[in-house]
Nanobody, 122 residues
Framework: QVQLVESGGGLGQPGGSLRLSCTVSGRVYAIQTMGWYRQDPGKEREAVALITDKGSTTYADSVKGRFTISRDNSKNTVYLQMNSLKPEDTGLYYC????????????????WGRGTQVTVSS
């Protein structure tokens, strides 16, 4: 079994910073893309930032220049450095990972964390 454990959410001040972390543990094989999604009440989960196993990154337009995603492959961990926080960054942030599972037919396993709440308010 594989687990994604998130940490680092909480209350942040407008203009301040928070750092999210997510570690994949358990039956870990070849982790491909990792990233962070945000889900607002009544809306679909949307990608905030993604990073491939080669280090290529993509960001939602709303966070470009403010958030930085990184990963430590030796620790199976992905980070999201959130700077210049805005109230609209408030939401439930989910860690996401994809891994190739060896099998008769190799397949891509999609993994999700339980979510960590980020609230930006003065």
């Amino acid at each position: 079994q594989v687990q994604l454990v998130e940490s680092g959410g909480g209350l942040g001040q407008p203009g301040g910073s928070l750092r999210l972390s997510c570690t994949v543990s358990g039956r870990v094989y070849a982790i491909q893309t990792m990233g962070w999604y945000r889900q607002d009440p009544g809306k679909e989960r949307e990608a905030v930032a993604l990073i491939t196993d080669k280090g290529s990154t993509t960001y939602a337009d709303s966070v470009k220049g403010r958030f930085t995603i990184s990963r430590d492959n030796s620790k199976n961990t992905v980070y999201l450095q959130m700077n210049s926080l805005k109230p609209e960054d408030t939401g439930l942030y989910y860690c996401h990972a994809e891994q190739l599972v060896p099998s008769i037919s190799e397949y891509l396993q999609i993994l999700w964390g339980r979510g960590t709440q980020v609230t930006v308010s003065s």
